[in-house]
């Protein structure tokens, strides 16, 4: 088998070109640094050698393994000797090793920016024969590609190495950027200025396509010694790219426009605003920039179509419809399915018969949510305390009620029931539920422990009903929204989570701990908090290991030891930070979310969520000012409504109850999957496990 050597293989042409070379029996090696994400090239079982292609040790060690080299590496940013580092050098180096190793074909991924676009004229086509760009307008980048080019023509013409140049418009598909270059300058991730006549065509190549002429280049004899423009055969606007986007990715995407002579102004307003706050570099506005964002430039693509068979191509509806499903499915928010505009869409021809055990005062909050559901046929309730059971019956007219759970569920007939009872009562309803085919949702926190919450998901797995945990906070419509803007790349990466749950238990503190169930618990009063700091969370950072806990007293909380919680949790690639404090006023209940793009508030009780992002190419001096001015004015939209909602009755505190009561009797009617399956409710048992043996533990530690 041959062997191909990719440079670049883990960016985004890179990974349809691996996808392209398999498809054609080729194995592949590339090179790749620690910090580059190789998931997809290890599911292809590529091979990787760690290192830079800067290296040339490195370079060598991978081209004398090879019989082909496709380099498609290179930087999109920096300075101009960081640009010459890499995308010039890098490449010299690996022509001198490819005619070291007499490689059979070296193929040179370069750009349409090579060419002379100061110079064309309205009816002017572009042609592989146009000159180069002059100094005066290329970018660094289009400088860079230029330099790399003449290495490559050097070679073709002083050596017998075989190479080919491609030339790529403005590449988009799968994996890509949403808006692909020269549609407009991106402004954050799902907003763009477009600038001048939007009907005006870009330059567009699919990226299947690209990497299909690329490996087909690279094996034909005619391509020896030539470069080919790779342009997609039919145009398509800029507005109408757009206007895909908007209808068929989300509605979330927006642009703004801007007039040319507008842009040309600010143009130089922003030469002077760099000089005035000592930024290096000039601005991203040049007059060529502007008309590569606000022109229509003529391509032939004669010279790819006389050797290559178009009709093997994707075509420009097929690959438009592959890019929209791509970008709409990655920007999908998780557990999104059921609800449509923050609503949950119950079907209107079932009805279902509830069950409540436990009629304290968590049962008022489920009852008042149930009962404004249409689909509810029957609601009974059991609790052995007559007091409690006589006060909710009562207040929700309900007629049948009973002192003894079992009872209920052997004569009822239930479909579902609502376990709101002490934790510590939690297992045994549960398994007892599931083994007369009654459907659960159980409040948090799920069980006692690990061991007891295992006990209710194997059962219900057993008997075939499903099993939910009460997580509400996850269907609160500001986790609503901030899975949203998570979904829209606006954070880039996660690389950390922080979650506070803080309340003054001191108001809440009974007279007789010893009595009170909370304090019973393996984590005392903390299980019954820590679960809402956690789940929200663990909802962003997946699957974690405890890796510190420890708790401390603040001096303010009666008939506790301690009265302040700090947990450390990590996996793989990010860190969480979780805090209950039972000492805090005013009571607070918030998320900070930080990746690499952005940072995100997601305040639960003042029920706002703030996106801290510099978008576009603003100073991060100028960009503070902009994200000041906008945290105030999120500030006080959320007073008002808040102000509103109180005084009006409609503020509420548990907003993802309902959602999540909803989502749970969907997915019994319509038998989907359970908006909080148990074993996700195990996995925080099994997680608060091991904080309350790490409490232990660094407790015994301090004391020694």
């Not at 990974?15 to 580059?36: D, M």
Request: aromatic letters at 10%; charged letters at 25%.
């Amino acid at each position: 088998m041959q062997k191909v050597l990719v440079t670049g293989a883990s960016g985004f042409l890179g990974k349809h070109l691996i996808n392209e070379l398999l498809k054609n029996k080729f194995s592949i090696i590339t090179i790749a640094r620690k910090s580059s994400d190789v998931s997809y090239l290890k599911e292809k079982d590529v091979e990787i050698i760690w290192g830079d292609v800067q290296d040339e040790e490195i370079l060598e060690q991978a081209v004398k393994e090879c019989d082909y080299v496709i380099h498609a590496a290179a930087t999109f940013g920096g300075s101009k000797d960081h640009f010459h580092k890499v995308n010039v050098l890098s490449t010299e180096k690996l022509l001198n090793l490819s005619e070291k190793y007499k490689i059979k074909r070296f193929v040179y991924i370069s750009s349409i920016s090579v060419y002379q676009h100061s110079e064309a004229k309205e009816d002017m086509i572009i042609t592989e024969d146009t000159p180069y760009e002059t100094d005066e307008f290329h970018s660094l980048y289009s400088w860079s590609k230029m330099e790399a080019e003449k290495a490559v023509k050097k070679y073709i013409k002083e050596t017998k190495l075989p190479c080919t140049i491609v030339r790529p418009g403005c590449i988009y598909g799968p994996y890509g950027d949403l808006f692909p270059a020269d549609t407009g300058m991106g402004f954050g991730v799902s907003r763009i200025i477009m600038i001048g006549n939007t009907n005006n065509s870009t330059p567009l190549s699919y990226v299947e396509n690209v990497a299909y002429d690329s490996v087909k280049l690279m094996k034909l004899k005619p391509a020896a010694g030539e470069a080919f423009t790779l342009i997609e055969g039919q145009a398509i606007s800029r507005k109408e790219y757009f206007n895909k986007l908007k209808t068929e990715v989300s509605g979330n995407i927006s642009r703004i426009w801007v007039s040319l002579h507008f842009m040309k102004l600010a143009k130089f307003g922003l030469r002077l605003l760099f000089k005035i706050i000592g930024k290096e570099g000039n601005p991203p506005l040049s007059d060529l920039n502007l008309d590569f964002y606000a022109k229509t430039f003529k391509y032939s693509i004669d010279k790819i179509n006389d050797i290559i068979d178009v009709s093997e191509k994707i075509s420009l509806a097929d690959s438009l419809e592959r890019t929209m499903k791509w970008h709409r499915e990655k920007r999908t928010a998780t557990r999104t399915e059921g609800i449509e505009k923050n609503k949950v869409v119950l079907p209107s021809n079932k009805k279902i018969r509830v069950g409540i055990v436990g009629c304290g005062g968590i049962s008022f909050v489920h009852l008042k949510k149930i009962k404004k559901l249409k689909i509810i046929k029957e609601i009974v309730l059991a609790d052995p305390n007559v007091e409690a059971l006589k006060e909710v019956a009562a207040q929700f007219k309900i007629s049948k009620k009973y002192k003894d759970y079992k009872q209920m569920i052997d004569k009822e007939k239930l479909d579902v029931i609502h376990i709101l009872t002490p934790p510590q009562f939690h297992a045994e309803i549960a398994v007892y539920a599931a083994e007369k085919k009654c459907h659960i949702l159980v409040e948090k926190p799920m069980a006692v422990d690990a061991k007891q919450a295992e006990a209710m998901v194997q059962a219900a797995r057993k008997n075939g009903v499903k099993i939910c945990v009460m997580h509400n906070h996850l269907y609160d419509d500001v986790m609503l929204e901030a899975r949203d803007i998570i979904a829209m790349g606006e954070l880039g990466k996660i690389t950390s989570v922080e979650s506070w749950y803080g309340v003054s238990y001191a108001d809440e503190a009974p007279d007789n701990p010893e009595t009170d169930w909370k304090y019973r618990l393996p984590g005392s009063v903390y299980q019954d908090f820590l679960p809402h700091g956690l789940y929200v969370a663990l909802d962003q950072l997946g699957d974690v290991q405890v890796s510190f806990a420890a708790t401390k007293y603040a001096g303010t909380t009666p008939k506790v030891d301690t009265d302040e919680l700090k947990i450390i949790v990590e996996n793989k690639d990010k860190f969480g930070v979780i805090n209950v404090s039972l000492s805090t006023e005013p009571r607070q209940q918030y998320m900070n979310i930080y990746g690499t793009a952005g940072t995100m508030t997601v305040d639960f009780l003042n029920q706002y969520v703030y996106l801290n992002n510099t978008a576009g190419p603003i100073p991060n001096s100028i960009g503070r000012i902009f994200s000041s001015h906008k945290f105030g004015k999120i500030l006080k939209r959320c007073a008002r409504k808040n102000f509103i909602r109180t005084f009006s009755g409609r503020y509420e505190l548990f907003q993802g109850t309902e959602r999540l009561i909803s989502l749970f009797y969907r997915s019994i009617l319509l038998d989907k999957p359970e908006p909080v399956p148990g074993e996700e409710g195990l996995k925080l048992m099994q997680i608060m496990d091991d904080v309350w043996e790490n409490v232990t533990n660094h407790r015994d530690s301090s004391s020694a």
